[in-house]
């Protein structure tokens, strides 16, 4: 009996990879799989995207889209992995606390899912729209444990507009610096991330990396791992942008370090470092 028959009757093949295998054996077993749809976090999705395109190789399956989820989805990852996998990226909204509540339709517009979620957005405390605010969701399906406006630390932007794609549900946007908070640091360095992004991993210059900051703002620090195209004068590179940007700081240059993650393997290319004894708040 054919695949799509079993597909129809809501039967679907799933299998699950391990997100903290190296990307060269997640890639394997995907192929062995020969998967119709990928869903996981950008950044494990791009590290096998980055492989492939280092080794010349395609990807040897056709899956029809990826879902990715978790972390912020960049424009630069995105491309990457829509040229890597020759398909549609879709991008989707949850927290682990009430998973899934906006779904990317094929028109590029972030649907919230309704039927499982209302989601509403304050600014100074009072409630806004189509204006940028803090997120407050209220989960229509968790019984058990009920969150009625909860406010999940994440901002965003909320509008009605008529989609192609027929879905009515209200749209979110601007959810990219969702956890970063006025003033903070990050908020400051989040330009620097995507300077390394387009000017360095883009071009397979650098692997994966990260920026971390200490949260007094007296010290800062960029781990990273090469990339292919990496070369003798890259470290002098990298010094002068991050220089041009911050000269008055002495930013330290960690090669080949292990890279921090929150549960579940999630990374974020830009963290905040909390002095001793508080939680380590990471950011997107
Ligand atoms: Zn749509």
Redesign the pocket.
Known sequence: MPTRFYHRMGMVKRGWFDQSFPAELQLQQIRSFQPDWLMGMPSTIRRIAALMRQRGEQPGFAARGIVLGGELLTETTRELIESSFHCRVYNRYSCVELWAMAYE?????L?VEDDLVHLEVIKDGLPVFQEHGQLVCTSLIHRHLPLIRYQNGDEGKLSSQS?????TAL?LSEIGDYRVRENSLARLWSPVVTLLENSFQRNFVLGEFQLRLAADGHGASLHYERGPRFTASTPQALRQALADFAPELNIEMVENARFDTEMSFKFSPLTVVNPPNCSRMLLH
């Open positions: 339709c094929r028109h590029g517009n649907h989609c192609s794609c027929g879905n749209v």
